[in-house]
RNA sequence: UGGGGUGUGGCCAAGUGGUAAGGCAAAGGACUUUGGAUCCUUUAUUCCCAGGUUCGAAUCCUGGCACCCCAGCCA
């Protein structure tokens, strides 16, 4: 990441750094880490938060840890740290040699809770779980201290071990931390740090049958790891005097501060692993990695580039307040990236035949097209020309309206790089109404799409040579869901957008597209960003999906006309 | 009815007592061999509301209101 990114020297965390490194505090070092729990894949919320704590790590010339927080063995698999790393590296996080487990510090972490129960501060209860739900109150009621809350040190020592040594089934005891069963935050009732859970975990096998919890593993590990602003969501802010209770009473020198932020929403999407997993799941979209999920790996075969993924999240802020970010936004940083980079290419979504019947029968020739005119070092590649044309049928009307400006019965427009034709018949299916095709003629003097007696031909359109053409697939992608915000009450599969993918077969693409790889992104002119879907590619198929469509004001102004 | 947060234009978001940055969206125009891109211009007399302090308040004080989070042996 060598990009300036601004909103992360402008908000409230990086204010927090500054002070601190201004008093010193920390050595005036930087460290921060990002905690996924390999239980599923991330997502461009979490493509945020790494970007806040790697980005604000580089910023300060500090590090940046990977930490995997597998505190619980019944959810989490090894498949999930492979994929996570692999969608980081792919974002370009680096986390140099520091990739840690929390499962790497279980017996730090043991010694540590040793050390509570002999301070007398954490004590083994018996209570079963409906009964500690019950003994905890509620949010107006305090509630009631657990009748195994005086044990002697001595007992809690030997209960402890024991729920070590697997001697207890799963759920029969937990370890506490002994606070203030009346405190108006929930968190400091007396929580459970440990758990027995008889259950192999992917890292530590049969080692452990006992677990700690996240509020008692995550500082722990920040404070081992010599993490100095731990950066979390929101919704841990009524955990942090936890966070800090731990710390405090495990005697932690300069121990590491949580702050919070609030996390990432985009409109007409959802973020939560909870219903991405049922979209999986119900088979609403075709696994993790769908193009129209916001999933990294979705967004990677999407065609989505890192630098634009980053430029959204750095735009969107660093703030504390609940927001929903329009996922225009994060079109129009993908556009502003491609817009630069992707090589221009005619593709005809909706073909209709034209003839060009002054031009020579059998005759090839070939003209050429910039690559792209935002890079013009790049150079032109050569496009065939012939007789037999495809164009958009979208781009001839019987009866054009106002202000359009493409083919239309003896109408004349520009063929991008080509010639002007005119159109001078047109063949009509009787029973559909559907034009099937176009009689024109070309004008030999206009090659390369310009003529010199200052002729005006508004439209240009894009084509490709019939004989040379390539059938393809193009997958067309809408969003995900009609409204806004579909996290709000209601079942939210039922805002799911019918249209979301839209499968086009028998697309003419010119014939350069055949040598693409997989993955490889372009402009289809006047169409919009597309890229080589690269599961297919590897089939050697050549499916395009559509990453985001061109602005289009034409498309505006009928919409507005409705 | 307990606790923790947040409220600045349609959507994000700066601003921290001196007279409302920026981006997206929207609208108008210029240019154009992509109805793309680019370039101009316009869009909050006002910062959740009501009082108060002050020469001066989005910023300070008081009192309301709205929204989000917390009662997993999940994270």
């Not at 880490?33 to 500090?62: C, D, M, T, V, W």
């Not at 009631?144 to 001595?154: A, D, G, L, M, T």
């Not at 495990?250 to 909870?274: W, Y």
Request: proline share 7%; net charge negative.
């Amino acid at each position: 990441m060598s990009k300036d990114y601004s909103a992360l020297t402008e908000n409230f965390i990086q204010k927090v750094i500054d002070q601190d490194r201004e008093e010193k505090k920390y050595g005036g070092q930087v460290h921060t880490r990002f905690p996924p729990e390999p239980n599923g894949y991330i997502h461009i919320g979490s493509a945020k938060a790494i970007l806040i704590n790697y980005g604000l790590a580089q910023a300060n010339g500090g590090k940046f840890n990977l930490r995997f927080d597998d505190t619980d063995p019944t959810k989490e698999e090894e498949e999930f740290v492979e994929s996570i790393i692999e969608d980081i590296k792919w974002l370009g996080a680096d986390w140099e040699d520091r990739l840690f487990f929390a499962s790497d510090y279980f017996d730090k972490m043991y010694e540590c809770a040793v050390q509570l129960i002999k301070d007398g501060k954490a004590f083994v209860c018996d209570l079963s779980q409906e009964e500690i739900r019950e003994y905890r109150g509620t949010l107006t009621k305090p509630g009631k201290e657990s009748p195994y809350r005086e044990r002697s040190i001595v007992e809690n020592l030997d209960l402890f071990e024991r729920m070590k040594a697997g001697e207890f089934p799963t759920g029969n005891r937990v370890l506490r931390a002994k606070i203030d069963m009346a405190s108006p935050n929930m968190n400091m009732r007396d929580p459970v740090i440990y758990r027995i859970q008889h259950n192999p975990h992917f890292r530590t096998g049969d080692k452990w049958c006992i677990y700690p919890m996240y509020d008692y593993a995550h500082p722990l590990s920040d404070a081992f790891e010599g993490i100095t602003h731990s950066l979390c969501s929101l919704e841990f802010e009524d955990n942090r005097p936890l966070y800090n209770w731990f710390l405090e009473n495990l005697d932690f020198p300069e121990p590491p501060q949580q702050i919070e932020f609030a996390r990432l929403n985009i409109s007409h999407t959802v973020m939560s692993k909870r219903k991405l997993r049922r979209l999986v799941e119900g088979g609403h979209v075709n696994g993790w990695d769908d193009p129209r999920m916001p999933t990294i790996c979705g967004l990677r075969r999407r065609g989505y580039t890192p630098e634009a993924i980053w430029d959204f999240c750095d735009r969107s802020g660093v703030a504390k307040s609940n927001s929903l970010v329009s996922i225009a936004q994060l079109e129009h940083c993908i556009r502003e990236d491609l817009n630069i980079r992707a090589p221009r290419v005619m593709a005809v979504l909706d073909p209709l035949k034209v003839i060009i019947e002054n031009y020579p029968e059998g005759e090839t020739e070939y003209l050429d097209s910039e690559i792209n005119p935002e890079q013009p070092e790049l150079g032109k590649r050569k496009l065939p020309f012939s007789r037999e044309l495809y164009i958009e049928k979208d781009d001839f009307r019987e009866d054009p309206p106002k202000k359009f400006f493409r083919l239309g019965p003896g109408r004349e427009i520009r063929l991008k790089d080509a010639y002007y034709i005119k159109c001078v018949d047109y063949k009509k299916d009787p029973e559909t109404g559907e034009i099937t095709e176009l009689r024109c003629t070309y004008d030999p003097e206009t090659k390369g799409g310009w003529s010199e007696d200052g002729r005006k031909v508004r439209g240009t359109a894009h084509w490709v040579s019939a004989p040379q053409a390539v059938s393809a697939e193009i997958r067309i992608y809408n969003h995900l869901f009609n409204s806004e915000n579909p996290e709000e009450e209601g079942d939210f599969l039922e805002d799911l957008n019918p249209d979301s993918l839209e499968i086009v077969s028998g697309c003419m693409v010119e014939p350069g597209l055949k040598k693409s790889g997989p993955g490889d992104r372009f402009q289809f002119l006047r169409k919009g960003y597309f890229n080589r879907d690269p599961v297919e590619a590897k089939k050697g198929n050549l499916v395009f999906n559509r990453i985001v469509p061109l602005r289009d004001t034409w498309a505006k102004m009928q919409k507005k006309k409705d």
